[in-house]
Structures are given as structure tokens and as C-alpha cells.
């Protein structure tokens, strides 16, 4: 019986999953390395923007069943949820992934069970009982024995920012143990709070299923996105052409956007890519065509301030967030506009993000503004479908909108 969930890892993920667990009364010991977000968890109070979150942590903490600390301790399972990114050659950085697992090794004991959340290239639930094993060889692996002292297994995340909470509960959740005795240990423990279908296979299987679900989802994006492009060639509204195709009872075009963001969508595919690299021919031009995005729209809007009957006109950016109404901007597209723009015009450049009221990640020459003080501006860009913008007029404005009208 699992009475004590360590999870490693308190952001976008880890955090929602340590207090959903807490909710079902299971003693959770929260464990990150950055101590802002341990004492603001520890104050009942959450570090980053998710809608319920803060509800749901400030009951788990005030209860007394959810904690967060900065160094490992001894529990019944480990839940390992930290950013799994690239390196500049694009092949995968399992640098945070081998700290943590390497971290919970010395607080191993007999009958843990470890799971791996973090999206992984394919073999790295195997390679988490190699680490283990060199510092802990004392202890048998599901890799070297059929009745091992630990139990391994690999579970990735398959929810949306706004939405955690919800669908932490209700969507299924691949389940891929090491060994059968490992899936059915961590199908225990998920099943703790997962209202969906809990499905089981092998860790590989799981690994490659994350990967594939992301993958699917930028070579769709990328049909949008070269849509953008060709349409824009050739002097055709995109938005309307998307509207007439999507008609087809058998047709259902995306649409297209500034680029394609965030931890997963943006990242995940080029593991593939770097697996098998001789077979992945469309998922890496699919990479291709949404990475190239984000520059064709800096083209776009120097062009557009070039042009421009007045001298050095103001550029307002509305949105620097991955996507709409979250305050996330890991690999955002429109963040990465809007610095190459600050670096590139010495003209003023205004950022407006209302989800958040500050960050470090603005170029010297960009201010983060008001919604008010970017509608002054001389050009505006859209660049995030935020529903904050929604009741903005824009009408009389020179305006770039590569979101959609």
C-alpha cells in the first residue's frame, strides 16, 4: 500500500500532481530545487498560473498532507516530473532527469516503486535503473532481475495548460512498467485519482506514445502554417480558406499561428527525429516549417516598419505566452519574435502580456506594457489569441494578425 508519494520536480506538472495526490489523502513530499517555489508551496500558495491550482494546494498544504523541501526524502513511490529540453545539435538533454533520479537514490529502499513523468526519448526508463544501479548496487532493478527490490515504470503527462486539474482527473493515462508486476504497482497508485482509463504496456511502447502524440500534432500544425505562407504568396486570405476547406465533411485544417510553442509540441518530435533519423523525414520537416515560422513573422513586421509612413514607428506585441491565456513561455514563439524585433529596431518596442506582471526574459529594448498602453501604439502585431484581446479595438490600427481573424 502506498501511503507516501515523493514527487520530484514542482512546476507546470509535478505541482498539480503532488496536490492531486494530497486531495486523496496520500502524504506528498514535494521536492524542487528552486527554493522560491518551495516556500511559496510551503505557504499554501502557488508559483506559477493554473486555474484551480491554487485552491487545490493551499487545502492539500493547510491539511497538512502536501509539503515541498529541497532535498529528497525517503517515501513508498518517486514521481519524476523536470524539463527533459534539447541541446543546440537538437539530440535530447536528460541532464535533469539524471540529477533527479540520482538525487532519490541514496533514499531508495526495498519495494519503491519509480515513475518517470518527464517526456523521454525512447529508453530512458531503462536508463533511469542504470543510474541508480551505480549509486545504489545494492538494490535490483526490474533491467537485471525478474523479482527486483524497486519497481520502474514510465507514465508521461498528457494534459493541457488551463486545464490541468480537469484533466489530470479525466483523461487515460499509458501506463508502461518495466515489467508487469511494475505497471500494475503504478496503475495502483494513479488509479488513486485518475477517473479515465488507465492503459497498460510496455515502458518503451509509453515512451514512443508521448513522443508520437506531439509529433502528430506539429506535422498538423505545420500543414496549417505552410498554408500561412503560401497563401500570403499568393495574395489569398488564409483565414477564409481554411473556413471554405474545413467544410469538407472529411477536412479539418488547424489554424495557423505565430509558430508552435511550448515544452512538448515544440521539443518532443526532434527526440524522434534523433532515434531514428533516416526514417523521420516528414516529422523533421514538419519541425522544420514551424521553427521557420516565427521568422517569416519578424519578416513580416520589419517589412511592415520599413513601409510605414512614419519614422520609426512603435510596435506593440500583443501576447509573449506559448498559447492563449497562460502565462507559460517556455519555447514561445511570440516571445522569440519579439526579442529578435527589439534586437533588430531601434524603434520603441512594447510587449503586452496580461498574464503576467514581470519576467526577465525581454530583451533590453522591449517594455513590458498594459493592454491600454499597447493600443497606443503606431503598429500592432497579434500574436497570441488571448481572450483578453477579445474586447480590443483595433479598428484604424496598422495591423499584423497571424493568429486568425
Known amino acids: 500500500m502506498l501511503k507516501t508519494v515523493s514527487v520530484i520536480g514542482l512546476g507546470y506538472i509535478g505541482l498539480p500532481t503532488a496536490a492531486m495526490l494530497a486531495s486523496r489523502k496520500l502524504r506528498v513530499i ?3 530545487v528552486n527554493q522560491h517555489a518551495v516556500d ?4 499554501g500558495k502557488i508559483h506559477i498560473v493554473e486555474p484551480e491550482l491554487d485552491l487545490l494546494v493551499h487545502a492539500a498544504v493547510t491539511g497538512g ?3 515541498a523541501q529541497t532535498k529528497a526524502a525517503a517515501a513508498d513511490a518517486f514521481m519524476i516530473a523536470v524539463p527533459t529540453p534539447f541541446f543546440d545539435d537538437l539530440s535530447p538533454d536528460l541532464s535533469y532527469v539524471e540529477a533527479a533520479v540520482k538525487s532519490i537514490a541514496p533514499v531508495l529502499t526495498k519495494g519503491n516503486l519509480i515513475v518517470l513523468e518527464s517526456t523521454s526519448p525512447v529508453g530512458t526508463t531503462e536508463l533511469m535503473c542504470k543510474w541508480i544501479k551505480e549509486i545504489r548496487p545494492d538494490l535490483t532493478l526490474p533491467t537485471d532481475s525478474n523479482t527486483p527490490d524497486l519497481h ?3 507514465c508521461p503527462e498528457r494534459v493541457l495548460p488551463g486545464k490541468v486539474v480537469h484533466e489530470l482527473i479525466s483523461n487515460d493515462r499509458i501506463i508502461g512498467g518495466l515489467t508487469a508486476a511494475c505497471s500494475e504497482m503504478a496503475k495502483a497508485l494513479y488509479s488513486t485519482f485518475v477517473a479515465g482509463e488507465l492503459l497498460v504496456t510496455d515502458a518503451r511502447t509509453a515512451e514512443m506514445s508521448k513522443l508520437t502524440e506531439n509529433a502528430f500534432r506539429d506535422v498538423n500544425i505545420a500543414f496549417a502554417n ?3 505562407l503560401i497563401c500570403d504568396k499568393l495574395n489569398i486570405n488564409v483565414w477564409e480558406l481554411i473556413r471554405m476547406a474545413n467544410r469538407h465533411p472529411r477536412v479539418n485544417i488547424l ?6 510553442g511550448g515544452h512538448c509540441i515544440a521539443v518532443d518530435p526532434w527526440f524522434i527525429v534523433h532515434s531514428a533519423p533516416e526514417q523521420a523525414k516528414l516529422i523533421r520537416t514538419s519541425r522544420e516549417v514551424n521553427d521557420f515560422k516565427p521568422e517569416w513573422v519578424l519578416q513580416k513586421i520589419l517589412s511592415t516598419v520599413a513601409n510605414h509612413s512614419l519614422n520609426k514607428p512603435s510596435v506593440a506585441c500583443f ?3 506559448f498559447k492563449p491565456d497562460i502565462d507559460d513561455l517556455r519555447e514561445s514563439p511570440a516571445l522569440h519574435i519579439v526579442n529578435k524585433l527589439a534586437a533588430a529596431y531601434n524603434g520603441k518596442v512594447l510587449a503586452v502580456e ?7 526574459k525581454l530583451h533590453a529594448n522591449a517594455e513590458l506594457v498594459s493592454i491600454e498602453q499597447g493600443l497606443a501604439a503606431d503598429i500592432i502585431v497579434i500574436l497570441v489569441k488571448h481572450k483578453a484581446f477579445n474586447a480590443c479595438d483595433f479598428k484604424g490600427k496598422t495591423l499584423i494578425n497571424v493568429v486568425g481573424e
Open 30 to 32: 514535494g521536492v524542487d
Open 40 to 43: 511559496t508551496i510551503n505557504q
Open 65 to 67: 498532507y502536501l509539503s
Open 152 to 154: 520502474v515504470a514510465y
Open 226 to 228: 505552410e498554408l500561412s
Open 255 to 260: 489554424t495557423p499561428g505565430a509558430g508552435v
Open 319 to 321: 501576447g509573449l505566452a
Open 354 to 360: 496580461p498574464n503576467i506582471h514581470s519576467t526577465n
